[in-house]
């Protein structure tokens, strides 16, 4: 799924740093780096997953690809269905609105991605509308059609969102996505806020919708077994940094970092049997206004060195297709997913 | 959960939660009533506000009467006419009912002439009694003034002064609140710092020095309007900051991300989506600012410094019962109070019932 399909995002460089602003002057003494340097591509048809803990940057990320946020500064290369690759970070607001129709977003809430205040029909229709894409009876038509497509009912359009559950609310959403016709969608937890069986739902949908629209998704998760069934690669990022990228299965078999080591093995295993030998990544998400001198990573990494602490090391493919952001990726032997 | 639910739009839901208050269901048509009562003064008072009636200064209050006192029923209420006695040592006049005389209320009764609605002219009054006899239901003033009919004229000032002013506070609080939370920023902070300073200042002295320096000259008119640019004036604040902490949260709800990236514009998202989710808060605070300006207009006219006579406000009608001597002798007097009283509490009624269903969806 990945050389063999050409690339339909490709950033670089990218970065957004929140200034830290202080006094009634708002002086700017720092910076959250949210996001800090990261290259990725992402190929078309693929779903890329991308997995860390809280406050890592993941959100941000995908909020700058589709410029929900501003970037500081970077590359975002999309190409679009004509094929043209488009620098999206250099993009006026009228080739901007263009470009979203072919990048959309899933959000995280599904209470507060949709205005109560509209019903259904309305809600889907708006990129519709606003893109004069459809009007009148087509409009109709089409909203039918994206309201079916996701799973709910013709009768459902005139309803408001209160009348719906979490996982309902959720398919709206990604009609409302969908309504524009979009190569990439990014899912911002899409299904974080759902409980495990409509989690399932929506993952089964989202699957579904790829393979019959060719659509490629950067699903963001902090879940890792949700990232582990969705995702054809997958990217683990730590304080705004990507710690390793890599095919799902390769990756969760073997990692390259022990970052993603400490993730796989703080999940907790199904086998209450195996609950003994459980792994607790010790300390707190560092923070992203002061990271720690060196690898981010290193002072809660059980094989930190001097080297660790002073070196900031670079993402480098240490196998094919394979990249991580360890000084010892090839030496140190990580363990992978337990067996369950 | 029934269909009509589902497809229910926000105002339907806000009627439904608003319905479980009582309190608020019962203010709500009874200030209708008082609001329709202050434009239908002229029709509904059976005197006119100015009229003096030079034979009955300072007199009590009569009672609408079914009964006589022989104890016979009368199907059409009547009053008594007074009886005078001044006392030979105070010389203070002091009324009481004359049973003698007994004026029957008739519905529909031709009297003194008035413009209804400023423009329909017009002698038929809603009850009367007939051949220019005294029907003074709240007693009179010290110039023989009928109190019912003059408190009925005082709440046009009154009650049109809570929604005039608070419509002019919206203005003021609505665009500066706007501004103030959609740019941010260091125009955040400077309309911030500006608004503490303004809620710092102690109000009555405030009002007290603005309102002295409107010229004595003004008219009544402009006068009336005059003090309303200075209640918004002060009391914009509250509603600013209203506004802006809601468009503050709204900017970072999803919808107006997800609204954003539909490829809608800056005003569509303003006027479909930021505005409608804060209607229900405006309507809230405005309602629950009528009565303080309503309080504010009492208390400046109360002090002499509002609206001035002849022109009637409840507060100037409190005027009159300033000291303790006509509190002790003219107790009726106090009647105008009670209005606002009533008001006040009516509009804090509603205000509480709306503010319970202004966000249906919590």
């Known amino acids: 799924m990945s050389r063999s399909h050409p690339a339909i995002l490709e950033i670089d460089h990218l970065k957004k740093y929140y200034p830290i602003q202080k006094g009634f002057l708002r002086r700017t003494v720092g910076h959250v780096k949210a996001v800090d340097d990261i290259r990725l591509t992402i190929h078309e048809g693929e779903t890329f997953g991308l997995v860390g803990e809280s406050g890592c940057g993941k959100s941000t990320l995908g909020r700058c690809l589709i410029r929900a946020v501003e970037p500081s500064s970077g590359q975002v290369a999309f190409t679009d269905r004509s094929g043209e690759r488009l620098n999206v970070l250099s993009l006026d607001n009228k080739k901007l609105k263009k470009l979203r129709q072919e990048m959309q977003m899933v959000f995280q809430d599904p209470f507060s991605s949709l205005n109560p205040r509209m019903t259904v029909f309305n809600i889907v229709a708006e990129p519709l509308v606003c893109n004069g894409i459809a009007r009148g009876a087509e409009l109709v038509r089409r909203v039918t059609d994206l309201v079916e497509r996701v799973g709910l009912e013709r009768s459902h359009l005139n309803r408001y969102p209160h009348a719906f559950s979490g996982g309902q609310r959720q398919r709206i959403g990604i009609a409302r996505a969908l309504a524009t016709n979009p190569r990439f969608i990014v899912c911002d937890e899409a299904v974080s806020a759902l409980d495990v069986s409509v989690q399932a739902q929506i993952i089964n949908l989202l699957q579904d919708l790829q393979r019959s629209l060719g659509l490629s998704y950067l699903f963001i998760s902090h879940d890792l077994s949700v990232i582990e069934h969705i995702s054809h690669r997958v990217g683990v990022m730590y304080v705004g940094k990507m710690a390793e990228i890599g095919e799902t299965e390769a990756l969760f078999a073997k990692p390259l970092h022990p970052y993603t080591e400490a993730l796989l093995l703080s999940k907790p295993a199904a086998d209450p049997a195996k609950r003994k030998e459980r792994y607790v990544l010790s300390g707190e998400v560092a923070n992203p206004a002061s990271p720690p001198s060196g690898c981010a990573f290193h002072p809660r990494c059980p094989y930190a060195t001097e080297r660790c602490k002073t070196d900031t090391p670079a993402l480098v493919e240490v196998e094919p297709d394979r990249y991580s952001a360890c000084h010892y990726a090839g030496e140190l032997q990580l363990q992978g997913k337990r067996q369950s | ?362």
């Open chain 2, 1 to 362: 959960m029934s269909r009509s639910y589902e497809t229910s739009s926000q105002w339907r839901l806000m009627w439904r939660k608003f319905k479980k208050h009582r309190l608020a269901l019962i203010a709500l048509p009874l200030l209708l009533l008082l609001y329709l009562t202050a434009v239908f003064c002229g029709f509904l008072a059976p005197n006119l506000p100015e009229t003096r009636f030079v034979d009955y200064k300072n007199s009590p209050p009569q009672k609408l009467r079914f009964v006589d006192e022989e104890g016979k029923f009368h199907l059409r209420p009547f009053v008594y006419g007074y009886k005078m006695e001044i006392d030979k040592e105070s010389f203070r006049r002091t009324f009481t009912a004359d049973t003698a005389r007994k004026y029957p209320v008739h519905l529909f009764v031709k009297g003194d002439s008035y413009k209804l609605l400023g423009f329909i002219k017009s002698d038929v009054h809603l009850f009367g009694v007939k051949d220019g006899n005294p029907l003074f239901l709240m007693g009179t003033d010290k110039l023989g003034r009928d109190l019912f009919s003059r408190i009925l004229y005082g709440s046009r000032i009154s009650l049109s002064f809570g929604m005039a002013g608070v419509a002019l506070t919206l203005v003021f609080g609505v665009i500066i609140g706007g501004i103030s939370g959609y740019f941010g920023g260091w125009v955040d902070t400077v309309i911030q710092r500006l608004i503490d300073l303004l809620i710092s200042i102690p109000t009555i002295p405030l009002w007290m020095a603005l309102a002295a320096a409107l010229p004595r000259t003004w008219s009544t008119a402009q006068l009336y309007l005059g003090m309303i640019v200075i209640f918004s004036l002060i009391d914009w604040t509250g509603l600013a900051r209203v506004v802006r902490g809601k468009l503050l949260s709204l900017r970072e709800e999803d919808f107006t991300m997800a609204a954003r990236l539909s490829g809608a514009s800056h005003a569509r998202i303003i006027f479909r989506h930021l505005l409608p989710s804060f209607y229900s808060y405006l309507i809230v605070t405005t309602t629950m600012a009528i009565p303080t300006t309503i309080l504010g207009e009492t208390a400046l006219s109360f002090l002499g410094l509002g609206i001035q006579a002849p022109a009637v406000s409840w507060g100037v009608l409190l005027k009159d019962a300033q000291t303790l001597q006509t509190l002790a002798h003219q107790p009726w007097l106090l009647w105008p109070a009670a209005f606002i009283v009533l008001t006040v509490l009516l509009f804090n009624f509603l205000g509480d019932g709306l503010r319970d269903a202004a966000d249906p969806y919590k």
